[in-house]
């Protein structure tokens, strides 16, 4: 990945990574993201589902949405993904910090038009979430592929950043009576609460079954 | 609070939550957020710890941060933050969802100057984050409060946006033998690691005590 002036890690630059080993194992990591895109002259922020398909982030969302209509005017957007991992504390507050992965992705968005291929990235989003859940659920109709715009963001500018590890106290600090470590979070998928208007004698469909226990994290 | 365009909710607008208590409560139940700011240009969607006191957000970083460096310009800037609940697995694709809560807020960064405010607000942020562990520690120096900037983002101009429960099906589909619910999200934090470098006989101080027994999720 070559390294721009926006996604050159400038702080703490050992925290940086250009790669995309790394870039996507944090994507694949998470299906939230922040999408930044400036409207009337201020920044908006918004959370978005996303997927990743090889080197293209995909959202979609109503046609209607505004955030989906400034994005198809072919505006500067950036994409940013975040994992926290763990609360790092340290024998001053100075030093009190966090672990964390995060991806920041500069580009544009582009809408996907053909249908095959919209309909594609669609699969790929839900793939991205709950692999093999696309397949069990009814069909995409045609009026609702039409209320859907789907967008591709090419993963072209990026970095990732990332801190890891205990605290980095000062030298004198360690001779304090004072405990320091670190709090690791997870995210943790609890078990699946059935809609009770599922048709009586409905089982859980294989993709959820898998996806609970691929992600059992307790 | 007052609703501005910017804060409007317009797709789905029965999400959409103004009151403050909403507000503070999604606020207080989190502690990294995403904020946006526009840099030569561009859109920059940064992640970083806040705290909440009273109407403001407080947000602070080394004072050579780049970022920190352009909120200082009295830009706007929006600062996002999302907690994701859990996934909605409908009977379509099309209806597939996520439950969250989220919270947007427009404004400008206002660096804080006053040695006293700004230490107050350093304890607030680590106060929303784990209370107590702030008396803990070994108090700052005046080079760590110098190397530090502190913002405070008053709460004027901000919306929430909520979805929570089932999927919600086209009436037909509920006749279909597909399995459909909630997969719900936690954010969990587990057992603390110890810093090896602890000094011997140091015991896990009571301010990570409480927390571990308060966050106790599972």
Chains 1, 2 share one sequence.
Not at 42 to 70: C, F, Q, W
Not at 186 to 193: C, D
Request: hydrophobic share 35%; aromatic share 8%; net charge negative.
């Amino acid at each position: 990945m070559n390294i721009t002036d926006r996604t050159k890690v400038k702080r703490i630059p050992k925290r940086g990574h250009y790669d995309l080993e790394t870039i996507y194992s944090i994507l694949d990591d998470e299906f939230v993201c922040h999408i930044g895109f400036v409207h009337h002259g201020s920044p908006v922020v918004i959370p978005t589902l996303y997927g990743r398909k090889d080197n293209y982030l995909l959202i979609h969302g109503a046609s209607t949405s505004r955030m989906l209509g400034e994005l198809n005017k072919e505006l500067d957007i950036c994409l940013t993904v975040t994992l926290t991992d763990g609360l790092v504390l340290a024998r001053s507050g100075f030093h009190h910090s966090a672990n964390y992965r995060s991806v920041v992705v500069f580009g544009k968005a582009q809408l996907i038009e053909d249908k095959a291929e919209k309909e594609a990235a669609l699969k790929a989003v839900s793939d991205h979430i709950i692999a093999g859940r696309w397949e069990e659920v009814r069909p995409t109709k045609d009026n609702e592929l039409k209320a859907t715009h789907v967008f591709k963001i090419p993963i072209d500018e990026a970095s990732a950043k990332i801190r890891t590890g205990g605290p980095a106290d000062d030298k004198e600090d360690y001779e304090l009576d004072i405990w320091a470590g670190v709090v690791p979070i997870k995210k943790v998928y609890q078990t699946p609460i059935p809609d009770p208007l599922n048709k009586e004698g409905v089982e859980m469909s294989e993709s959820v079954k898998r996806f609970v226990e691929v992600n059992k994290n307790f």
